[in-house]
C-alpha cells in the first residue's frame, strides 16, 4: 500500500487504478519529493509575491493623483508653457566657489601667488551630453564639455581622463587633475 501524505497520518488510502499504473505512481512521488526538498523556497516565493502584491496595492490606492489636477491649481514651473512646450531644466555652467560675507574687509582676501589662475577640479567622461571637465577659476567654478568657453577667453579643445586642453588664439594650455603627472 502506498501511504499518502496528504490524508492524517496513520490512514492509508488505496490508490485504485494508480496502484495498476506505475507511471502515476512514479509522478505522484517526483512532485511529493520536489516539494518536500524544495518547501523552504516555495514558501518564500509565496510569502514574497503576497508581500509584493500587498505593496502594489497600497501603493496604487494611496499614491495622489497628480495627472488630476487643473493646471490652474498645479504649482507653478510643473506644466508646459504658453506655447505648450515643456520647460528643461539645465545645470549652472557657472557658479560661485565661496561667496565672501559683506563684512570681511577686501584687504583681507589676498590671493596665493603659487596657485595657477585655473585648476582642474574633476573629469566626467562619457554620459549623454558627452565628456564634461570642472575648472576652477578664481573664486568660480565652471562645467564644460568640448567647444565650450571659459572665462570668456579659453576654449575647450578636448577633454581626457586627467586632463583638459584648452585653446585662446594660438596659446594652448593643459590642465591636468591634482596629484596627476
Known amino acids: 500500500m502506498f501511504r499518502c501524505p496528504l490524508t492524517r497520518r496513520?490512514?492509508?488510502r488505496e490508490l485504485g487504478v494508480a496502484e495498476s499504473n506505475p507511471e502515476v505512481n512514479v509522478e505522484r512521488t517526483s512532485r511529493t519529493e520536489f516539494f518536500k526538498r524544495h518547501l523552504r523556497v516555495i514558501a518564500a516565493l509565496g510569502i514574497a509575491f503576497v508581500v509584493?502584491?500587498?505593496g502594489t496595492v497600497t501603493y496604487v490606492i494611496l499614491k495622489p493623483d497628480a495627472g488630476n489636477?487643473?493646471?490652474d491649481q498645479a504649482p507653478p514651473g510643473t506644466g508646459p508653457d504658453k506655447a505648450g512646450q515643456a520647460y528643461e531644466v539645465l545645470p549652472k555652467t557657472k557658479r560661485p566657489l565661496d561667496p565672501v560675507p559683506e563684512e570681511t574687509p577686501k584687504r583681507k582676501q589676498?590671493?596665493?601667488p603659487f596657485i595657477g589662475p585655473l585648476e582642474l577640479a574633476g573629469v566626467i567622461l562619457g554620459g549623454r551630453g558627452g565628456n564634461l571637465a570642472i575648472i576652477e577659476a578664481g573664486d568660480a567654478a565652471y562645467v564644460?564639455?568640448?567647444?565650450d568657453l571659459v572665462q570668456s577667453v579659453w576654449t575647450v579643445s578636448k577633454i581626457d581622463k586627467d586632463t583638459v586642453?584648452?585653446?585662446a588664439g594660438e596659446q594652448e594650455l593643459e590642465l591636468s587633475l591634482a596629484g596627476r603627472r
Open 52 to 54: 509584493i502584491s500587498a
Open 110 to 112: 589676498v590671493k596665493d
Open 144 to 147: 564644460v564639455s568640448e567647444g
Open 69 to 71: 489636477v487643473p493646471a
Open 10 to 12: 496513520g490512514k492509508e
Open 165 to 167: 586642453l584648452l585653446t
